[in-house]
Nanobody, 126 residues
Framework: QVQLVESGGGLVQAGGSLRLSCAAS????????MGWFRQAPGEEREFVVA????????YYADSVQGRFTISRDSVKNTVYLQMNSLKPEDTAVYYC???????????????????WGQGTQVTVSS
């Protein structure tokens, strides 16, 4: 089992920044990719960004490209999501996910991730 614990959400004005963290524990070696998804009220869960842990290759949704940055700390088993130039449409619950995705996987598909965090609320006011 892998446990994921997110932190860092909150309320910020448009144009501001937040950094989310996701600490992984347990059998993390089986989870070769980690990602962030978000879900706004009444909407489906949406892919934000993912990273292949061993090689650091990243995949971004078009809506966040250039504004958000994912990074990892292999010592702390933690992945970070730096969010800059936030917009009101970024408001959602952000979820960290981990799964055995590799080269050729479709990182945008939430069903391919088998571990999820509890979510952290991000609210961007206009």
């Amino acid at each position: 089992q892998v446990q994921l614990v997110e932190s860092g959400g909150g309320l910020v004005q448009a144009g501001g920044s937040l950094r989310l963290s996701c600490a992984a524990s347990g059998r993390t070696a089986r989870s070769v990719a980690m990602g962030w998804f978000r879900q706004a009220p009444g909407e489906e869960r949406e892919f934000v960004v993912a990273i292949r842990w061993s090689v650091g290759i990243t995949y971004y949704a078009d809506s966040v490209q250039g504004r958000f940055t994912i990074s990892r700390d292999s010592v702390k088993n933690t992945v970070y999501l730096q969010m800059n130039s936030l917009k009101p449409e970024d408001t959602a619950v952000y979820y960290c996910a981990a799964g055995p995705l590799t080269y050729g996987s479709n990182y945008r598909v939430p069903e391919l991730y088998n571990y999820w965090g509890q979510g952290t609320q991000v609210t961007v006011s206009s």
